[in-house]
T-cell receptor
């Protein structure tokens, strides 16, 4: 158990819909990272928050947005969903915004039908 | 930009043999190079990492080497066992003023260890 909690574990929805994925980092960790893993693909970096503020941005679509709340949990919002958005979405956390180990949650598997 | 290339994409070895996975990175400011193991349907987990001030690091059957000049780093697994079968990802992270801690991952190597 990494200490990073993600909900929901599985989500099935239709094209055009909007979903919210939630992540609670390890106790005391200030950085949260979101990654997308499509079928047979690597881990694509989406976005990072550190202590409530956006720290780094990757190839995140405009239909996607995220935020980190004062209690440090984070949410990833995916809207106008397309079939190609079906993927495993991982949240990871670390204690700082500097180089070091990222601790991954179990992921949220999104299926868009 | 930041890019990490990983080879091979699949690797099949006999139990007891060694396995080597290689990665190259593009950004010379990268200074942290972890390797993650991901079993089917599970989360990625760190197995070993190396920083740019070190050329080699070993932990039991696993070792990582880094060649900063060539921007190459490699994972070596000796005496492979069936439980080593998984997908392995290399990654790189930048230091200095651009330091955010984010990891850029390679595309992964599916390692199969045949009994």
């Amino acid at each position: 158990d990494s200490g990073v909690t993600q909900t929901p574990k599985h989500l099935i929805t239709a094209t055009g819909q909007r979903v919210t994925l939630r992540c609670s980092p390890r106790s005391g960790d200030l950085s949260v990272y979101w990654y997308q893993q499509s079928l047979d693909q690597g881990l694509q970096f989406l976005i990072q928050y550190y202590n409530g503020e956006e720290r780094a941005k990757g190839n995140i679509l405009e239909r996607f947005s995220a935020q980190q709340f004062p209690d440090l949990h984070s949410e990833l919002n995916l809207s106008s969903l397309e079939l190609g958005d079906s993927a495993l979405y991982f949240c990871a956390s670390s204690g700082t915004h500097e180089t070091g180990e990222l601790f991954f949650g179990e992921g949220s598997r999104l299926t868009v039908l | 930009g930041e890019n990490v290339e990983q080879h091979p994409s699949t690797l099949s070895v006999q139990e007891g043999d060694s396995a080597v996975i290689k990665c190259t990175y593009s950004d010379s400011a990268s200074n942290y190079f972890p390797w993650y193991k991901q079993e089917l349907g599970k989360r990625p987990q760190l197995i070993i990492d190396i920083r740019s001030n070190v050329g080699e690091k070993k932990d039991q059957r696993i070792a990582v080497t880094l060649n900063k000049t060539a921007k190459h780093f490699s994972l070596h697994i000796t005496e492979t066992q069936p439980e080593d079968s998984a997908v392995y990802f290399c990654a790189a992270s930048k230091g200095g003023s651009s330091n955010t801690g984010k990891l850029i991952f390679g595309q992964g190597t599916t390692l199969q260890v045949k009994p």
